[in-house]
């Protein structure tokens, strides 16, 4: 089956740039989809068609594509930022597939 | 605004089929592109994606469940119904619904709050 590969883990300090990465063979021909999932709440979208990003989302919050890799860009990263974050894509049938997650620790 | 809220049993016991009703409001799932989507997580593990109806009543599974999944809708209610028969300890999950959009795949804004379910006899 088709998975999305991210990195368990990611830390960063306060103000610096966090880069969480998401690879998947599908990802040249799929859009990306990034969520921040903070601990007890519910999944918020950030990022969607791999660069676009929603009404009410802050601008250090950027997405980029190349190839087999996606790549969610956290600039200035604040202490609110430290959450799970999850790429979403699809495979070549359609089928909805979500990363493993990675856990941004801000230090 | 669009909401989304979870609804039905918090227990449920192995061998049992769960239904998970999703009530929306702020959207209607007869408008073109629409979706309504459910996701679980188990305990301190990912999310993972169960199923998607869309507005014209096209339906998709995810593959390693499609046997035990069957999603509906109400369009008069706003309500979304998902069942999973022969429920087992590792389903025990949150469930989320979420409100979807498509281009190329789906994407999935916002979420309900999600609700625990408990397999467990």
């Known amino acids: 089956s088709y998975e999305l590969t991210q990195p368990p883990s990611v830390s960063v300090s306060p103000g610096q740039t966090a880069r969480i990465t998401c690879s998947g063979d599908?990802?040249?021909?799929?859009?990306a989809y990034w969520y921040q999932q903070k601990p007890g709440q519910a999944p918020v979208l950030v990022i969607y068609k791999d660069s676009e990003r929603p009404s009410g989302i802050p601008e250090r919050f950027s997405g980029s594509s190349s190839g087999t890799t996606v790549t969610l860009t956290i600039s200035g990263v604040q202490a609110e930022d430290e959450a799970d974050y999850y790429c979403q894509s699809a495979d070549s049938s359609g089928t909805l597939v979500f990363g493993g997650g990675t856990k941004l620790t801000v230090l | 605004q669009i909401t989304l809220k979870e609804s039905g049993p918090t227990l449920v016991k192995p061998t049992q089929t769960l239904t998970l009703t999703c009530t929306f409001s702020g959207f209607s799932l007869s408008t073109s592109g629409v979706g309504v989507g459910w996701i679980r997580q188990p305990p301190g593990k990912a999310l993972e994606w169960l199923a998607l109806?869309?507005?014209?009543?096209?339906?998709r599974y995810s593959p390693s469940l499609k046997s035990r999944l069957t999603i509906t809708k109400d369009t008069s209610k706003n309500q979304v119904v998902l069942t999973m028969t022969n429920m087992d300890p590792v389903d025990t999950a949150t469930y989320y619904c979420?409100?979807?959009?498509?281009?190329?795949?789906?994407?999935?804004?916002?979420w309900g709050q999600g609700t625990l379910v408990t397999v467990s006899s």
């Open positions: 979420a409100h979807s959009l498509a281009a190329r795949s789906n994407w999935f804004d916002p």
């Open positions: 599908a990802l040249p021909k799929q859009y």
């Open positions: 109806i869309y507005w014209n009543d096209d339906k």
